[in-house]
């Protein structure tokens, strides 16, 4: 128990929402405030709490002025299902605290507005982290989608593009129904500066990732995939073709010939280890 007691010592609030909680007190405005926020705290502690019951390095649960994000060490190491589950844990609270309002409306402890409000915001919220965009929940989880059918470079860019069509179709919709809602442009700002962000450190995710296969932290394999390459092919490109939750061996072919074979940490090691970043794959076959 102390162990998740610990996490509380993570949670940050941003400076700006501490002007902003100044504000609805001044304003006389905290109950919406405290509302949200309560739904924020809880949607974050809950990725938060499974997060460290499989042990993942938690950096930091901050607290937005408009949202709410668990920071993680991690580098898409984990086993899918893991990540399936911490992803899900955030919307998942959702519903007891729903549960929890009819109960406490029913009792007559909160009023018929006071529910109907936090009704509005809890399902907003809910539905809003459920948009296929990064890096809302919603996002993460196709990730892990595409992630078991393709290479993390090729899940990683697909999740990408599917996020930027779906926040395209966002924004259209705001700026029909919710021109002057200037909260939304907020989030929407929040939303295409996230996904720039991802995308201009695409490489350096992919890399961290790889780096964190070559010392070890790939604790589940759940299938051996062999990868075929041409003898001529470039290290750096096969690595790029590794998937999550897959062993790979690599098959050497020489004008369709096999010719040789190796362990993906045998490239791995080549790569960061021996500094080999230009060399091909058939710098490595050796004759025996």
Same mark, same amino acid.
């Given at each position: ?37 309560? =739904? ?17 390095? =938690? ?157 070890? !932290?790939?604790?589940? =394999?759940? !299938? ?65």
């Amino acid at each position: 128990m102390n162990n998740y007691l610990g996490l509380l010592r993570k949670i940050h609030i941003h400076p700006l929402l501490w002007v902003i909680i100044g504000l609805s007190v001044v304003t006389a405005n905290f109950k919406s405030l405290f509302l949200l926020m309560l =739904i924020v705290f809880v949607h974050e502690m809950g990725h938060a709490i499974s997060a460290h019951f499989f042990s993942w390095r =938690i950096k930091a649960i901050m607290l937005l002025p408009f949202g709410g994000v668990a920071e993680v060490d991690e580098h898409g190491n984990r086993p899918l299902k893991e990540e399936f589950i911490v992803v899900l844990s955030g919307p998942l609270q959702h519903l007891w605290l729903q549960g929890a309002a009819f109960i406490l409306q029913f009792v007559n402890v909160i009023n018929s507005s006071d529910y109907q409000l936090f009704t509005f915001y809890n399902l907003s919220i809910l539905l809003f982290n459920l948009l296929p965009v990064w890096p809302l929940d919603g996002g993460k989880l196709l990730f892990i989608l595409f992630s078991k059918s393709f290479s993390y470079r090729k899940a990683h860019m697909f999740m990408m593009l599917t996020s930027i069509a779906f926040l395209f179709i966002y924004v259209l919709t705001i700026a029909i129904t919710s021109p002057n809602h200037l909260n939304m442009w907020i989030i929407t700002t929040f939303l295409i500066y996230s996904l720039y962000y991802e995308y201009k450190h695409r490489m350096y995710s992919c890399m961290r990732f790889l780096m964190e296969r070559y010392y070890g !932290k790939q604790n589940t =394999i759940y !299938k051996l995939k062999p990868i075929i390459v041409d003898e001529s092919e470039l290290v750096y490109s096969v690595l790029l073709q590794f998937q999550r939750g897959c062993k790979h061996l690599i098959v050497v072919e020489k004008n369709g010939t096999k010719v040789s074979e190796m362990d993906e940490n045998e490239l791995l090691h080549a790569y960061f280890a021996n500094k080999l970043t230009n060399s091909k794959v058939g710098d490595l076959v050796y004759p025996y």
